[in-house]
C-alpha cells in the first residue's frame, strides 16, 4: 500500500496528499514531523537521511521531498490526467 509519512498541516506533506486525492489512490498517511516527531528515528533516517516530511513509500520504493513525489505518482497513475502523454 501507498504510504505518505507527514503530518497533514505540513504544506509539503498536503501538495502530496492533493496529488494522491486527485489520483484516488489508496493510501495511508502516517502522522509524522512537527510535534508528532519520528524523524530522527533510525527507521525514518533509513527512508529519508534528511530527515524531513513528506516521505513516500511505495511498496518498498522510498522516495521524499515533495515534488519528487509528485512527479513519481503524477508519472505512474496521472498518464492522460496529471502528466502529459505527449
Same mark, same amino acid.
Given at each position: 500500500?501507498?504510504?505518505?509519512?507527514?503530518?497533514?498541516?505540513?504544506?509539503?506533506?498536503?501538495?502530496?496528499?492533493?496529488?494522491?486525492?486527485?489520483? /484516488? #489512490?489508496?493510501?495511508?498517511?502516517? *502522522?509524522? =514531523?512537527?510535534?508528532?516527531?519520528?524523524?530522527? +528515528?533510525?527507521?525514518?533516517?533509513?527512508?529519508?537521511?534528511? /530527515? #524531513?516530511?513528506?516521505?513516500?513509500? *511505495?511498496? =518498498?520504493?522510498?522516495?521524499?521531498?515533495?515534488? +519528487?513525489?509528485?512527479?513519481?505518482?503524477?508519472?505512474?497513475? /496521472?498518464?492522460?490526467?496529471?502528466?502529459?502523454?505527449?
Amino acid at each position: 500500500m501507498l504510504r505518505i509519512h507527514g503530518r497533514a498541516n505540513s504544506s509539503n506533506s498536503q501538495m502530496v496528499m492533493w496529488c494522491v486525492g486527485e489520483l /484516488g #489512490l489508496a493510501h495511508e498517511r502516517l *502522522d509524522v =514531523g512537527g510535534s508528532f516527531g519520528g524523524t530522527d +528515528t533510525p527507521d525514518y533516517r533509513s527512508m529519508n537521511p534528511m /530527515g #524531513l516530511i513528506p516521505t513516500m513509500d *511505495d511498496a =518498498g520504493f522510498v522516495l521524499w521531498e515533495s515534488n +519528487t513525489i509528485i512527479r513519481y505518482l503524477a508519472t505512474k497513475h /496521472g498518464a492522460g490526467t496529471l502528466w502529459s502523454c505527449h
